[in-house]
């Protein structure tokens, strides 16, 4: 069974910094995009960041510049470090490894909050 396990949520001050980390398990881990993606109370789901196979990544405009994604294909794990914490970051951080493949496969990870208050 495939398996997501997401760490590092906590609550941090404004302008503090966490490190997400999300290892998987059961996946061909350096075929797939990984991303990493949150959901606020009463918002949608909405894409932070994301890593192809290929290395090439993608951010939400509102975390360029604050936010970067990175991954480990020898220890299957990908990271997200987030730098100039806002209020507005805070939401259930979830992890997403995607490949596409003549089918999609999806897998997510059970999220890890982040709180940002002071």
């Known amino acids: 069974q495939v398996q997501l396990v997401e760490s590092g949520g906590g609550l941090v001050q404004p302008g503090g910094s966490l490190r997400l980390s999300c290892a998987a398990s059961?996946?061909?881990?350096?075929?797939?995009?990984m991303g990493w993606y949150r959901q606020a109370p009463g918002k949608q789901r909405e894409l932070v960041a994301a890593?192809?196979?290929?290395?090439?990544?993608n951010y939400a405009d509102s975390v360029k510049g604050r936010f970067t994604i990175s991954r480990d294909n020898a220890k299957n794990t990908v990271d997200l470090q987030m730098n100039s914490l806002k209020p507005e970051d805070t939401a259930l951080y979830y992890c997403?490894?995607?490949?596409?493949?003549?089918?999609?496969?999806?897998?997510w990870g059970q999220g890890t909050q982040v709180t940002v208050s002071s």
């Open positions: 059961r996946i061909t881990f350096s075929l797939y995009t």
């Open positions: 997403n490894a995607v490949l596409t493949l003549g089918s999609r496969l999806d897998y």
């Open positions: 890593v192809t196979h290929g290395g090439s990544t």
